[in-house]
């Protein structure tokens, strides 16, 4: 039988405090964090976990932050990790956000006070449908709000201190851990696993309430190089081999009606191009290439190479090279070996008064390189919705479930222990 348990929700006032700190990670820079202005939440996450008790919690020099709940069970328990990341997308900036509230939301779009061109849609959002009579906290339009995590890391503090102001649930030694640079592919980077000392984790960055993802895509980069041929434009006929347009052709012959973000959804891959520098002798061309499996990975690999070695063809006297960075795997490989992390997160959502719904993630989180580093980690929802883009929203209510599934995850644990 579970523990009785007490909540006087502060999440809310938390996630209000760490949204208007500007936490913008930057995929140019080398350092880690990214940028500076990361450690600023870090910092303030830590002063708030040591004011609720949590004495070991630090900030390291790389813009991780650390700490432990102790064990108060007798029991041999796994160590389980919380983890959420604290920077936002470069998709959209993170300065100056002004959070709004709409109380006791009764359906219908909602216009956005500061640019009125920003609209959150239901047509657009069907979760808002079960919204009715919530509180929905988003941006004023002019930025994104920043839920994605930071609505994570809000509720992973406000359940160590439910669980630390409620002795009487009994759980295992519990890690939390708050990255940098999660949004652009460097969250685990530098972490510190020895330190950490955890046997299983939980990202909370997931969308819908009571959804666990246990998949992700497995992720590739390819960076196509190609090395035209100059000349003279007065004199280039039958000369000049022009890499801007050997480039073009390229982008051109990109599968139209399949392949692609815009044209898959479900379990459907694609290979995406996402930047392109050029020159009338040297292009570069990136893309990222995502599939469930790393079978279609291969196929949409080999794809790529066939469109440029056909476009090749016509440039005798040009060059190219791809090449393929492997980015994270699909965390199931994993995961599925130890049923239980699932299989607990699922009891703890049911009874948090959700109904469980198990599914995969078109993208990646940390979790995915935190398991193939031997720390199985899927993902719980934490509420956000719409993120990357100034139309980003979650409600009060989302953020409380969100809590009590992470507290009643910790005393499950220990139970099943």
Known sequence: MAAPMTFNHTVTERFLRYVVIDTQ???????????EKQKNLGHLL??????????????????????????????????????SHMDTSPDCSGANVRPQIVRNYRGGDIGLCGD???????????ALADQIGNDIITSDGTTLLGADNKAGVAEIIDAAQVLLANPQI???????????????????????????????????????AGHIEDETFSADGAVITIEGVSAHPGFAKGKMEHAIKIASRIVERLPKDTCSPETTDGREGFLHPTGISATLEHATLSFIVRDFTDAGLKEKE???????????????????????????????QIVERYPEIVANAMEAIRRAGLAPVKGS??????????????LPCPNIFAGEH???????????????????????????WEERA
């Open 170 to 208: 009994k759980h295992g030694t519990i890690k939390i851990l708050f990255t940098p640079d999660e949004e652009i592919g460097r969250g685990v980077d530098k972490v510190d696993l020895k330190k950490l000392g955890a046997a299983f984790a939980y990202t909370i960055d997931g969308e819908t």
């Open 116 to 126: 009125p061109s920003q609209v959150i849609r239901t047509a657009d959002n069907p």
């Open 302 to 332: 080999g794809l790529l190479e066939k469109i440029v070695r056909d476009v090749m063809a016509d440039f005798p006297h040009s060059t190219y090279r791809l090449e393929i960075h492997p980015q994270y795997r699909n965390m199931k």
């Open 25 to 35: 990670s930057d995929p140019a820079s080398p350092t880690c964090p990214s940028t």
């Open 46 to 83: 830590v002063r708030e976990l040591q004011e609720i008790g949590v004495a070991d919690a630090h900030l390291d020099q790389h813009g991780y932050v650390y700490a432990t709940i102790p064990a108060n069970s007798t029991k041999q328990v796994p160590i389980i990790c919380l983890c």
């Open 361 to 374: 993630i078109r993208g990646g989180t940390d979790g995915s390189r935190l398991s193939f580093m031997g």
């Open 386 to 412: 719409a993120f990357h883009s100034r139309t980003e929203w979650v409600s009060v209510q989302d953020m409380e479930a969100a809590v009590r599934t992470i507290v009643h995850l910790a005393a499950i």
